[in-house]
């Protein structure tokens, strides 16, 4: 299967700060990128969708000012969650996907806002 | 837009047992349904998948049935193991929604030896 690094695996970060997620497809090109947040016992949540060199698309809820997405290559994509508040503690986990097959995912960062 | 429930939400099984999990969409124009298997604090990990001009799907101990009709479709793992614990997630998408997937809630199996 593909090789995805998602990092940092977890965090923790004073409120008020931003945090950058970072995710890397290694052995294929990430022409899309979707990120998912997901809340403990719950499902994941799809986010945003990217494509690369294009802005992201965001889902219906998510504000697209707070969480920032670049995909500025098609093996790098980062999440910036700006101005963290205790309720944005979740696990994000990235998904990369090329031209021919499904998506992949990364590992998960686990954000904690204290 | 697409809709899918998972049930049971959670699922105990004795080890050698069989599990069975079921999934239902809405749209009718999805046409890709994986499966996932999440450990805890990790990703989710593709266990299997199905499109949909096939019905069945197996591979090795682990297989999975789509009924079009009914929009519905299963994952059975059989002989199951104390390592098959963990959280399953279905999903399903459409080609034509560039890959986006859809999950169902998720169900806890937890296989006691």
């Known amino acids: 299967g593909a090789v995805v690094s998602q990092h940092p695996s977890w965090v923790i970060c004073k409120s008020g700060t931003s945090v950058k997620i970072e995710c890397r497809s290694l052995?294929?090109?990430?022409?899309?990128m979707f990120w998912y947040r997901q809340f403990p016992k719950q499902s994941l949540m799809l986010m945003a969708t990217s494509n690369e060199g294009s802005k992201a698309t965001y889902e219906q809820g998510v504000e697209k000012d707070k969480f920032l997405i670049n995909h500025a290559s098609l093996t790098l994509s980062t999440l910036t969650v700006t101005s963290a508040h205790p309720e944005d503690s979740s696990f994000y986990i990235c998904s990369p996907k090329d031209s021919y097959t499904e998506a992949f995912f990364g590992q998960g960062t686990r954000l904690t806002v204290v | 837009g697409e809709n899918v429930e998972q049930h049971p939400s959670t699922l105990s099984v004795q080890e050698g047992d069989s599990a069975v999990i079921k999934c239902t969409y809405s749209?009718?124009?999805?046409?890709?349904f994986p499966w996932y298997k999440q450990e805890l604090g990790k990703g989710p990990q593709l266990i299997i998948d199905i499109r949909s001009n096939v019905g069945e799907k197996k591979d090795q101990r682990i297989a999975v049935t789509l009924n079009k009709t009914a929009k519905h479709f299963s994952l059975h793992i059989t002989e199951t193991q104390p390592e098959d614990s963990a959280v399953y997630f279905c999903a399903a998408s459409h080609y034509n929604q560039g890959g986006k997937l859809i999950f169902g809630q998720g169900t806890e199996l937890s296989v006691k030896p």
């Open positions: 749209d009718s124009a999805s046409n890709y």
């Open positions: 052995d294929f090109q990430a022409t899309t």
